[in-house]
């Protein structure tokens, strides 16, 4: 990173914390999370947490869970060799953990668990976050929280009765850089935000192309049918779907634009207040195939709302970038665009967050590059209004012990996730489309709702 663009320091301190409500000029309100769950529980106490889904992306949850000093007692994957790679990895902290294969039986003969940590392929996070609010346990779901728009509002409504806290894992949410460009658009530093740009490069997953039509033997100790759970049945084929390559498929996940929506839009629709897009444009190459577009362009379109005008959000991935003119004067600061971004411009200035949220570089109409907002003047005239925390897992474990409230419950999680989703239902009718999200419709378009509201295998339900 270029010596100018120096991050900016990012407070660690650990404070009562308050959720903003819509906007950061919004009604704040602090609602201890043991009153919600009926129970108090005690900052001292030590929970007991289960870890579904034993791929790469879980086990700095299971480190940093035992960093904390809480108890893993669970470790459950159809996979058994991803239960054995993360039982090697964690060693000692893991040796005692109880191990299925079957998320209904752990949830059966847990008796003292209180928390679930999900990282499952896509599609599996509905039905196991729905099985864990029904047994009353705190959870955290990797993002997008699910898999069709449909489990979204669903899952959205469910959780609002849940007896646990719940927590969508867009880390940068706990950014001090967040909540700083929060506070600075929230004051009016950048003036009225009109267009976000957000970009994302090309991707190793499969894209812009269908299945295999061969298959290769099931792998030892994998339960394959198991693996696709609510999607079609397909042969497995290696290095194909599981691990990790699951993402680019349209039965298991949604490409780069569920992976990334809920960490780049994040800002953005907090800041902004942004309900759904009434419109949503797409280019792209390679798609209308099983898999996710070779390369695409998202265009939401948000009406005007409040105070605040109408605002365009572009998502670019696997090549496609934003136009020059629009980021000249950050390739300039930089001497080069760098490979992730998330630029939000206004009729002041211009915000770059980058792609998780967690950059605060700012530049003034009237200056010539970006500075770190901790760095710039004007900027640190703005006072902070929003507590920081240490983490985003950590202020999950705080509420679940009791602690104030988190920033990214299910309700926010599902919302990013359905606006994410409806760019990619977009992508996958290969149309621009009107978007009705109340509703979950798109008006005049019914074969659409077969991909809103997808049927699924219920064998493993």
């Given at each position: 990173m270029n010596p100018q663009l120096a991050s900016p320091a990012i407070p660690s301190t650990r404070r009562s914390f308050l959720k903003t409500v819509s906007t950061v000029t919004g009604s704040l309100l602090i609602l201890p999370s043991g009153v919600l769950r009926g129970q108090a529980r005690k900052p001292g106490d030590k929970l007991n947490v289960a870890f579904i889904g034993m791929g790469n992306q879980i086990q700095g949850h299971v480190g940093q869970i035992l960093q904390l000093g809480h108890r893993v007692v669970a470790l459950c994957d159809v996979d058994a060799g991803q239960i054995a790679g993360s039982q090697k990895r964690h060693g000692e902290g893991a040796a005692k953990a109880a191990v299925y294969a079957d998320y209904r039986v752990l949830f059966d003969k847990e008796k003292s668990l209180d928390a679930v940590v999900i990282a499952t392929p896509d599609h599996w996070h509905a039905p196991i976050c729905r099985a864990a609010?029904?047994?009353?346990?705190?959870?955290?779901?990797?993002?997008?929280?699910t898999h069709t728009l449909g489990e979204a509002r669903q899952l959205r409504e469910l959780s609002k009765s849940s007896k646990g806290v719940t927590q969508t894992g867009n880390q940068g949410s706990a950014s001090g850089n967040l909540r700083r460009s929060m506070e600075l658009i929230g004051a009016g530093f950048f003036g009225a935000i009109t267009e976000i740009h957000a970009w994302h490069p090309p991707h190793g997953w499969p894209s812009g192309v269908d299945r295999p039509t061969d298959s290769d033997p099931v792998p030892a100790g994998l339960d394959w049918d198991f693996w696709l759970g609510t999607a079609p049945v397909r042969p497995f084929k290696s290095g194909t779907y599981h691990p990790v390559n699951w993402r680019g498929w349209y039965d298991f996940g949604s490409g780069s634009v569920g992976d990334f929506c809920c960490h780049a839009f994040n800002l953005p629709v907090r800041a902004l207040d942004l309900d759904h897009p009434v419109k949503i444009?797409?280019?792209?190459?390679?798609?209308?195939?099983?898999?996710?577009?070779?390369?695409?362009?998202?265009?939401?379109?948000?009406p005007a709302r409040g105070k605040r005008g109408p605002v365009l959000l572009n998502f670019y991935t696997g090549g496609d970038l934003p136009p020059e003119d629009v980021t000249a004067s950050l390739r300039n600061s930089?001497?080069?665009?760098?490979?992730?971004?998330?630029?939000?411009?206004?009729?002041?200035?211009?915000?770059?967050?980058?792609?998780?949220?967690?950059?605060?570089?700012?530049?003034?109409n009237d200056e010539k590059r970006f500075f770190g907002a901790d760095n710039h003047a004007a900027a640190k005239e703005v006072p902070q209004s929003l507590p920081r925390v240490k983490g985003h897992l950590d202020e999950w474990v705080d509420a679940c012990l009791g602690g104030p409230k988190v920033f990214s419950d299910?309700?926010?999680?599902?919302?990013?996730?359905?606006?994410?989703?409806?760019?990619?239902?977009?992508?996958?009718?290969?149309?621009?489309i009107d978007w009705d999200g109340a509703k979950l419709q798109v008006p005049g378009m019914p074969e659409a709702d077969r991909l809103i509201h997808s049927e699924a295998r219920t064998k493993y339900l």
């Open positions: 609010i029904q047994a009353g346990k705190h959870i955290y779901c990797e993002k997008p929280l444009e797409i280019s792209g190459t390679d798609l209308g195939k099983e898999s996710f577009a070779k390369a695409c362009t998202v265009r939401y379109h948000f930089t001497g080069n665009l760098p490979g992730t971004g998330c630029l939000l411009i206004g009729t002041k200035g211009q915000l770059q967050s980058g792609l998780w949220n967690s950059d605060c570089y700012v530049k003034l299910f309700d926010f999680g599902g919302h990013l996730t359905e606006i994410g989703l409806a760019g990619v239902l977009a992508l996958r009718l290969q149309k621009n």
